[in-house]
């Protein structure tokens, strides 16, 4: 019994707060202020216990199974949660549901674990529902906005469809394996033609989920419409648990394939650069702009994801920690305009530097990171993953994705600009900022800085493979 | 000599300025932070002749290596050879001057002077780096400063300008970046250490694809035609110490790139190539010339006329002689001087007649004799006079470019040579139009240079003059590299 | 051989007082500058008086012959073994000659300007750059190393212009001072080229070393250097001719001479010295300097320099008849003059009585030195009384200016080869150098010698005679001793330097050369000249109408003279209408719109594709689902069966 | 012939027609009652398949609730009678042509494959075994995504509570 | 007529997807876009039991997964429903091709 306390340990603690916050919740309820207070200190503390007790194994007949990557990857999910409750501190305190928020969004968290965890395509499917499902809720959770419930409709409507094109592939996959688990499925693949089109169902389910283009087309309406937290859940957290999966999957159990999967990646890869790209050039919302950058984002996590070796699997990580600095801090200083101001346009962004300096540059620190312009980790993040992705000597696909880089420069400079250069009778008044918020910003910003310069955390990530 | 303190005081320096208060604070506290800066790097010249002088026979003194994410075996390793010394020296020579000349910014004054000083971290890194990972960090360290600093302080289409900087700019350390990874590859151990590369031969079947790309790459960065775009736009719009920066340090990585980086490990590809750099080395010396010569804006013409002369470098790079590739990195440090100096000058003009175009101006060496004695002088440097720096470049760029018997490489040195007179035009004719003739009204009671822009433009003057009389303690600190450069190359056959 | 490291001090004293007046002088030396600037300059001239005693007397001769001495050499640029840029000081016969005539017109120039130039408001730069400019000059003649002679070349070239200028708010100074320099630049980069391809066949950049390797017959290098042609000529030949277009831009050679009549926008003084006396004969002490190679080894090169001289001399002169600036008229006459010296080299060769061409050039440009110096300052003398440069502004003025005029007359005699002004000697020398080798340039030779007795004397009788000039206003005298000290001292120059026995001192070989004087040779040289002076004297002695009607009547030539035959609107056609025109405005054009244009359009293009797809991004979720499923079945299709 | 082909044929025909109709139908009522048609097929098709208690279970949770769900729904938005909005006429062709491509292209690749079989001892999906198996943690064991799946109907209705609890009567 | 068998089973299951598909892509209702789902939800069951049933019947697989995916097209349903009814609230309209406030 112990083991499987230990083992399950952030599943666990994931759990017990659900359940507190659902006592809380049934009973007489508290304050927003105070629950949220309490909300960002359980959460900072299963961060921190994150990092300790952590055993490796696997249990339910390697359903569930767990190793030091794994850990560290959900570390990674859960500080991205402490932070959120950090920065959209202002957006949750005005929330007339903050626990039920904060249930789901746990539900959710919860999810990915499983989900990153899973040891088999059932418990995979179901986890990637629990993961997903809670979050079209929370889309939904501006309840008087039209657009949000717009978002959330668009969500649930084509991720079920995503759903049922992976469950298809699923049943597909069973019929010609005869086997559901990531074990014994890698000893079962032949590469044939129906398992091929059972693969593809599969990826473009995945591809769905990390909006990989062309799968990707709810993203930009999702982010636009969903407030800003879930937003920013969905972008950085949801993301980074699947690419976890997503890559976990492709190098284990169907590492066999390996040939066509990596001409699948390159190709959509390419086309999910260019795409986002493109589309986020374009971009007036500043929300919208995001998502396109973070589909763009998603181009680069292909690169790394392409190489297929440890490397792949430690840049993959580390860049997602670094993405979740950064764009969590674009959305933060984002969410932070639009909640006292309301104005979500870039060029409302006008002459913000004159009026608010501090949020100006977390703002501008972390579109360089997103960007990857050093010093900022993001430097660091998009290097290791073209250089795992040049391993194979595909000069091409580098070449494409390093041009692309320039092309994102372009429009993450029209934000700068916007902020730093350009002249408004008007700017955004100055924001007063939730001291929580600020803290988050700090730390966002702290680790967009020291996650790149100090090797070790990325040494630290490539030892646990 | 500890290198790491070449990274080290920019940092603190960077970091001082963001803790003043106020606009003096920060001004004195740059102002110290480049005084240290040149010391330093007189430190570090007087040290290396010192070594060099005992016969220290290391291809790179002062080596210093620190573990920095080994599992992609990349090391933090420092390390100089004389031409990175003479950048060093150039780039200590143009932070400080920058930093004098922009001592009336008076919007943002703590962000401007945060953004120079970080660029000459960058450049520093930049050029003491041994490892192409660290040295590719520190070349992208240095363009967003650039791009803020046009963007915010510049004038005229700034933002445009800024941009197209940037982004081209990217686009280069973009082609950089796949070549390095091509490079990194290339090996059995995939390592990014300068030194183990040059050591293995990189196979030639990834030279011939990752030469072009570093060449071009670091080719955008010193304005390789036909990717020069940038230039003119960036330096006009930038303001005076942007320029400076621009073209005094910036526009150096980029050749000392190509050198270091793309034929040191590369003698084969740089070999096989080595035609289409001088081509377009010399279209670039000729054409930049013949633009510059119709231009009506001082900035345009000297961003213009820093396309001609950077052509030099590439061209002495180009031609694979040791002379010549000692001309290009005297070059580098030349016009790095001289141009810093130049847009200095410019600035300060500006500053008092509110306008660039030459036709406006007239007869200022009435008003200004200070200013416009600099001009003269850096205008003589920027065609060549003998006893200023550009001339012993150039003439050194010549004198090995001349060893090649072959006919392109006759035309092209003959197309160099041919350029000192198109130079001699538009210099004389920027100076006889703004300093010369009668002058213009309302410029009667304009004043001559403050103390600091007097500093500046004595300290740079000095520089300019140091190398034009002096040349042989640049020479003794060149050559002795780009002769080993020359030994990879000629180990290819 | 005794320490000659003191040389060095020759050049540095000039530089010294360039740098002291050029940084401080404005501050502290308003007044004073040109004390300073004469005392360093005296003491140099001493310097090389005692030089000049030392090497022709005491230690300079070895076994008969007049060796190169170096006396002073250190590496300053060396680029590979054996090339370097060295800065040293080489002594022989022409080196030291020319550091006397140097710093002795110099000298007097700074003494005359201590007057002349008094109450110029920048007084002390001008005698910073006059010591530049003496500094370039001496650093140039004693150049041990070719590089070494390109950079003071350079130099020389830029203090002419600054002081060409310096009358800076003068549009037409400044004219003239970009012209020149930019027309000496061009020449400079023939000089130039012709040093990288002189240095790349012998390997060396040493004069003496080079001389050597490219004249001893059996040397690898003269062997590369003839073997290697180019258009059917030899390296060396392209070489050297390349090096003499660069003498030729500084000696104003035709067709490089466009620059000098300008020139003239400087001030007086400063035409005495470089346009005049020192910097203009850089070329032809260049081709001295080279004369072995020339001579030796590539005689098509000396013929070159023999006819180029011959045309320059004679164009000149013709021209000069026609001006009615009085300082252009003396630019004319240098330009002449040097053409002179040129051809005198061209038609010699090497080595004992063959070489008398060589002696009687040097000969020439030390006797012409003086005599045009004085010529310029007391022209500057007449300008200084009268406020003009015209002609027709002047006239009589031998009562008021009683020393200009009789040391002018004696110049006027001594350009006019006038026997026993100094340059009766030279010319005479040269004159027979030329009937012994070459009669077309010879007869040219002979008349453009009348012509020159005619103009000069046409210049003469102008100011000093004819119609009385409208002298209103206040005028000062003749000015002080300073004025007046420099035009003795150079008449007694001009008037005595003939009577030196120069081919004892120079020579193409360092050898003793026997100069004959040849009496009856000399009779028709003397009687043309004679001719010239009397139809000057005729046409121009008293006012009348005669010049105009002779103008008249020779219209087209004359008008064709008059307008130097056009050359100057050829090189304004030149370079607007083809530089400018045909090459700037196209590149800049170019680079605007292609270059610049297709980066922009990068752009552009990347703006309209990404508005162009924006209809997939439609909002309907419908459509994405239907695009999903598209997704699906391509990826399918592809992996399936395409991409096996 | 047997009788159990026949039946089979026509569940098929049931299952297809009813759901083509569902999709088809502009009356939306009928729609869902076509839809229940379909779904009551797929359980006799699992009868027929012998798994009763998949049948079953289908029939409670499709039958009993989510048509039933599906039936409130359009009672709380639509206007009795009113017939349902009809699509483009462009985008029904491209859609059926893009569904019919799908169904072509994993019929094929269905019909080429050789499905193997196992040779194992089959396990009869009994109550008692899929029981004890559900909530079994260790071999065979599926106690944990039951936990997960209750888990997320928990989160499930946490969700639907907060967006569809009319909280204000606010006006859109 | 044959035999019927797994690709009997096959056939209906995909033909059912497919038009669950068609239905999703055409329907502008959104509870029949639903409705549509869940005809693929259920195409996907019968391929699960099918291929439990002739292929693998050694385990129970095929069985559970069915079981589980009813549960989630309950907890999907419920959801999308509410989701539905809050924006039939404020956009008094559910009609799919009224929600595209969103786009480019």
């Given at each position: 019994m112990n083991e499987f306390l230990m083992i399950m340990k952030s599943e666990w603690l994931i759990t017990a707060i659900i359940f507190l916050l659902l006592l809380i919740k049934l009973g007489k309820g508290m304050k927003n202020g105070s629950l949220l207070l309490l909300v960002q200190v359980l959460l900072l503390l299963n961060f921190i216990t994150g990092f300790f007790f952590n055993k490796e194994g696997s249990l339910f007949d390697g359903m569930y199974h767990t190793s030091s990557v794994i850990i560290f990857q959900k570390n990674i999910l859960s500080l991205g949660v402490y932070l959120i409750s950090l920065l959209f501190a202002d957006w949750l305190k005005k929330s007339e549901h903050l626990p039920e928020f904060f249930i789901l969004l746990l539900s959710a968290l919860l999810g990915m674990f499983f989900m990153i965890s899973s040891g088999n395509l059932l418990m995979f499917f179901l986890s990637l529902e629990l993961a997903t499902i809670p979050v079209a809720a929370m889309a939904n959770f501006?309840?008087?906005k039209k657009i949000s419930s717009e978002a959330a409709m668009k969500m649930i409507l084509s991720s079920a469809f995503s759903s049922g094109i992976l469950l298809f592939g699923i049943s597909l996959v069973y019929g010609a394996t005869?086997?559901?688990?990531f074990v014994t499925l890698p000893t079962q693949l032949n590469g044939s033609t129906l398992q091929i089109l059972a693969f593809v169902f599969l990826f473009a389910a995945f591809a769905f989920k990390l909006s990989i283009?062309?799968?990707?087309?709810w993203t930009a309406d999702v982010y636009e419409g969903a407030p800003m937290a879930t937003t920013a859940f969905l972008s950085v957290i949801s993301k980074g648990s699947i690419a976890f999966i997503f890559m976990s999957a492709l190098y284990k159990v169907f590492g066999s394939m390996n040939e066509i999967w990596y001409n699948m990646v390159m190709i959509l890869s390419i086309a999910t650069m260019i795409i986002g790209n493109l589309f986020a050039l374009r971009q007036q919302n500043i929300k919208r702009f995001l998502a396109f950058s973070s589909i763009a984002q998603v181009g680069f996590i292909l690169v790394g994801i392409s190489s297929s070796s440890t490397e792949g699997v430690s840049s993959v990580v580390y860049f997602v920690l670094i993405y979740v600095f950064s764009n969590l801090a674009a959305f933060a200083v984002a969410a932070s305009i639009s909640s006292q101001t309301g104005k979500e346009k870039v060029d409302d962004y006008k002459g913000l530097y004159k009026t608010n300096p501090f949020l100006s540059w977390v703002l501008a620190l972390a579109l360089f990171s997103l960007a990857g312009i050093?010093?900022?980790a993001g430097f660091f993040g998009k290097l290791f993953l073209l250089t795992a992705g040049a391993s194979k000597a595909n000069y091409m696909f580098i070449t494409v994705a390093a041009l692309n880089m320039i092309v994102s420069l372009y429009y993450y400079l029209r934000v700068i600009r916007a902020v730093f250069m350009d002249k408004n009778?008007?700017?955004?008044?100055?924001i007063n900022t939730d001291p929580a918020t600020k803290l988050g910003l700090v730390i966002c910003g702290a680790g967009i800085v020291l996650t790149g310069l100090l090797s070790w955390i990325y040494d630290y990530i490539q030892s646990l493979n | 000599m500890n290198l790491l303190l070449l990274i080290l005081v920019p940092l603190l320096t960077a970091t001082a300025i963001l803790l003043m208060r106020n606009a003096s604070q920060v001004k004195w506290v740059a102002l110290t932070g480049a005084t240290a800066q040149l010391i330093l790097a007189f430190v570090l010249f007087f040290a290396f002749r010192k070594e060099q002088a005992a016969g220290?026979?290391?291809?790179?003194?002062?080596q210093q290596q620190y573990n920095w994410f080994p599992s992609w075996h990349i090391s933090f390793h420092l390390g100089v050879d004389g031409i990175s010394v003479a950048m060093i020296l150039l780039t200590a020579f143009v932070v400080i001057a920058g930093v004098l000349v922009s001592w009336?910014?008076?919007?943002m004054t703590k962000e401007f002077y945060f953004l120079l000083i970080l660029l000459s971290l960058g450049a520093y890194g930049f050029f003491i780096s041994l490892d192409l990972f660290v040295l590719f960090f520190f070349l992208e360290i240095a363009v967003i400063p650039k791009y803020l600093l046009i963007g915010i302080w510049?004038?005229?289409?700034k933002e445009y300008s800024a941009n197209k900087l940037a982004l081209m700019l990217m686009g280069g350390s973009a082609l950089v970046l796949v070549g390095l990874l091509g490079v990194y590859f290339s090996?059995?151990?995939?390592?990014?250490?300068l030194l183990k590369l040059s050591d293995i031969q990189i196979p030639p079947e990834v030279q011939k694809i990752c030469f072009p790309l570093l060449f071009v790459g670091f080719g955008v960065f010193t304005a390789i035609f036909p990717l020069h775009t940038w230039v003119p736009d960036g330096h006009s719009s930038a303001p005076t110490a942007g320029s400076m920066f621009l073209a005094g340090i910036s526009m150096k990585l980029g050749g000392y790139g190509c050198l270091r980086v793309a034929v040191f490990l590369m003698p084969q590809g740089a070999k096989e190539y080595s035609t289409i750099i001088i081509v377009l080395s010399t279209i670039a010396i000729l054409y930049g010339a013949f633009a510059t010569m119709m231009q009506k804006d001082l900035k345009y013409m000297n961003a213009y006329s820093s396309v001609s002369h950077c052509g030099f470098v590439l061209l002495g790079i180009g031609m694979l002689t040791k002379v010549s590739m000692t001309g290009a990195v005297m070059q580098m440090v030349s016009h790095g001087l001289m141009t810093a100096l130049f847009f200095a000058v410019i600035g300060m003009i500006y500053e008092r007649?509110?306008?660039?175009?030459?036709?406006?101006?007239?007869?200022l060496l009435k008003v200004m004799p200070f200013i416009i004695t600099i001009l003269f002088i850096v205008g003589l440097c920027s065609l060549g006079?003998?006893?200023?720096?550009g001339f012993v470049a150039e003439m050194t760029v010549f004198m090995g470019s001349w060893q090649h018997p072959d006919p392109l490489h006759r035309i092209a040195t003959i197309a160099a040579c041919l350029s000192i007179v198109v130079t001699a035009v538009y210099i004389l004719r920027a100076i006889g139009q703004t300093a010369m003739g009668p002058i213009k009204a309302g410029y009667e009671n304009l004043s001559d240079a403050t103390w600091n822009e007097k500093l500046a433009a004595i300290i740079l003057v000095i520089g300019i003059v140091a190398i034009g009389t002096a040349p042989f303690w640049l020479n003794d600190l060149v050559s002795p590299a780009s002769q080993l450069i020359l030994e990879k190359i000629q180990l290819v056959q | 051989m005794p320490n000659l490291t003191y040389i060095a001090l020759i050049p540095l004293l000039p530089l010294a007082g360039f740098l002291l007046l050029g940084i401080f002088g404005r501050n502290y030396?308003?007044?004073t500058s040109g004390i300073i600037g004469t005392t360093l300059l005296l003491i140099a001239t001493v310097l090389a008086i005692y030089t000049a005693y030392g090497y022709f007397f005491e230690y300079g001769k070895v076994a008969g012959v007049y060796q190169k001495l170096v006396p002073l050499h250190y590496t300053?640029?060396?680029?590979?073994k054996g090339v370097s840029i060295d800065m040293g000081i080489i002594l022989d016969p022409i080196s030291v000659m020319m550091l006397v005539v140097v710093t002795f017109v110099s000298l007097m120039v700074h003494i005359y300007s201590l007057?002349?130039?008094?109450?110029?408001?920048r007084f002390p730069t001008y005698y910073a750059f006059l010591g530049l400019f003496t500094f370039s000059m001496l650093g140039l003649v004693v150049s041990s190393n070719i590089f070494q002679m390109y950079i003071f070349w350079e130099l020389v070239g830029v203090s002419s212009f600054l002081l060409i200028g310096?009358?800076?708010?003068r549009p037409s100074a400044v004219a003239a001072c970009k012209k020149a320099f930019i027309v000496t630049r061009f020449a400079d980069a023939g000089f130039l080229i012709g040093i990288l391809i002189l240095s790349f066949y012998?390997?060396?950049?040493?004069f003496n070393t080079l001389i050597q390797k490219l004249t001893s017959p059996d040397s690898v290098e003269l062997k590369n250097a003839v073997a290697a042609s180019f258009l059917g000529v030899s390296a060396l030949t392209w070489g050297l001719v390349l090096v003499f277009i660069g003498g030729a831009g500084k000696s104003a050679m035709?067709?490089?001479?466009?620059w000098l009549p300008d020139a003239?926008?400087?001030?007086t003084p400063v035409s005495a010295l470089i346009?005049?006396?020192?910097m203009v004969v850089a070329g032809v002490f260049l081709v001295a300097r080279l004369f072995p190679v020339f001579a030796i080894s590539a005689p098509e090169a000396l013929n070159l320099v023999g006819y180029v001289g011959a045309i320059s001399a004679l164009i000149a002169a013709v021209i000069a008849c026609t001006q009615t600036d009085i300082k252009r008229v003396l630019a004319y006459s240098t330009m002449s003059q040097i053409g002179f010296m040129m051809f005198a080299l061209g038609v010699s060769g090497h080595?004992?009585?063959?070489?008398l061409g060589y002696t009687a050039s040097m000969f020439h440009l030390f006797t012409h030195a003086m005599f045009k110096a004085l010529l310029f300052l007391g022209a500057g003398s007449v300008i200084h009384f009268i406020?003009?440069?015209?002609?027709?502004?002047?006239?009589?003025l031998r009562k008021y200016l009683p020393i200009t005029h009789i040391t002018f007359l004696i110049a006027c005699l001594a350009i006019a080869g006038?026997?026993?002004?100094a340059g009766f000697f030279s010319k005479e020398e040269i004159l027979l150098a030329a009937y012994q080798h070459n009669s077309i340039i010879y007869y040219v030779a002979l008349f453009t010698s009348g012509l020159t007795a005619f103009y000069m004397f046409r210049l003469y009788f102008s100011i000093f005679w004819n119609k009385k000039a409208d002298i209103h206003g206040e005028h000062h005298g003749e000015g002080g001793f300073a004025l007046l000290m420099p035009l003795i001292l150079l008449a007694v120059g001009a008037a005595?330097?003939?009577?030196?026995?120069f081919g004892n001192f120079v020579s193409s070989d360092g050898t003793k050369l026997e100069?004959?004087?040849?009496l009856q040779f000399s009779i028709l040289p003397v009687a043309i000249g004679l001719i010239g002076i009397f139809t000057a004297m005729w046409l121009y002695?008293?006012?009348?109408?005669k010049p105009d009607k002779i103008a008249a009547s020779l219209s087209g030539l004359y008008k064709a003279a008059y307008r130097k035959f056009y050359i100057d609107e050829l090189y304004t056609f030149i370079t607007k209408?083809?530089?400018?025109?045909?090459i700037g405005r196209p590149a800049a054009w170019f680079d605007k719109n292609i270059v610049d244009g297709l980066v922009n359009a990068t752009g552009k293009a990347t703006q309209t594709i990404s508005e162009k797809i924006k209809?997939?991004?439609?909002?309907?979720v419908q459509q994405y689902a239907i695009y999903f499923l598209i997704g699906v079945i391509a990826l399918a299709v592809l992996f399936i069966y395409v991409w096996k | 012939m047997s009788g159990s082909t026949i039946i089979f044929y026509l569940l098929a025909a049931l299952i297809l027609v009813s759901g083509a109709m569902s999709v088809t139908s502009r009356q939306i009522f009928r729609a869902a009652i076509y839809l229940l048609f379909s779904l009551i097929g797929i359980a006799g098709m699992f009868f027929w398949l012998q798994y009763e208690f998949i049948a079953a279970v289908q029939i409670v949770v499709y039958v009993g609730g989510i048509v039933v769900l599906i039936i409130f729904s359009i009672f709380l938005t639509q206007q009795a009678g009113e017939k349902l909005a009809k699509q483009k006429l462009g985008r029904q062709v491209f859609s059926a042509l893009a569904a019919f491509c799908g169904f072509a292209l994993t019929l094929l690749q269905v019909y080429q494959h050789d499905f193997i079989k196992t040779t194992a001892v089959a396990i009869e999906p009994t109550v008692s075994n899929i029981g004890n198996q559900m909530l079994?943690?260790?071999?065979?064991?599926y106690a944990l995504p039951f936990e997960v799946v209750s888990i997320l109907l928990l989160a499930a209705m946490i969700g639907c509570i907060v967006i569809a609890m009319k909280s204000k009567p606010e006006a859109a | 007529m044959m035999e019927p068998g797994l690709y009997h089973i096959l056939f209906i299951s995909t033909a059912l997807f497919f038009i669950g598909v068609y239905g999703f892509f055409t329907r502008r209702n959104l509870v029949t876009m639903l409705m549509s789902i869940e005809l693929v939800l259920n195409s996907v069951n019968l391929n699960f039991i099918a291929f439990n049933k002739y292929?693998?019947?050694?385990?129970l697989d095929g069985v559970f997964f069915t079981i589980f995916i009813i549960a989630i097209a309950a907890a999907e349903a419920a959801t999308a429903i509410a989701i539905i009814i809050n924006l039939y609230r404020s956009h008094r309209s559910i009609d799919v091709e009224n929600a595209e406030e969103m786009k480019y």
């Open positions: 501006d309840l008087g005869g086997t559901i688990s283009v062309p799968f990707h087309l050093p010093p900022t009778e008007q700017p955004i008044e100055k | 220290n026979p290391l291809q790179m003194l002062f009336n910014v008076a919007r510049g004038n005229g289409k090996t059995p151990e995939h390592t990014f250490d007649t509110h306008t660039r175009q030459v036709n406006e101006m007239g007869g006079l003998p006893g200023l720096s | 030396f308003k007044t300053w640029l060396e680029f590979s007057v002349y130039m008094k109450g110029e408001e310096y009358y800076y708010d012998s390997g060396t950049l040493d035709f067709p490089l001479h466009i003239m926008e400087g001030p346009h005049a006396a020192t080595g004992g009585e063959n070489g406020h003009s440069n015209e002609m027709k502004d002047m006239g009589g006038v026997p026993p002004f005595a330097a003939g009577f030196i026995p100069s004959a004087f040849h002695k008293k006012k009348n109408d209408k083809i530089l400018f025109n045909l209809g997939m991004q439609s909002g309907k | 079994g943690v260790n071999d065979n064991g | 292929l693998w019947p050694n385990r």
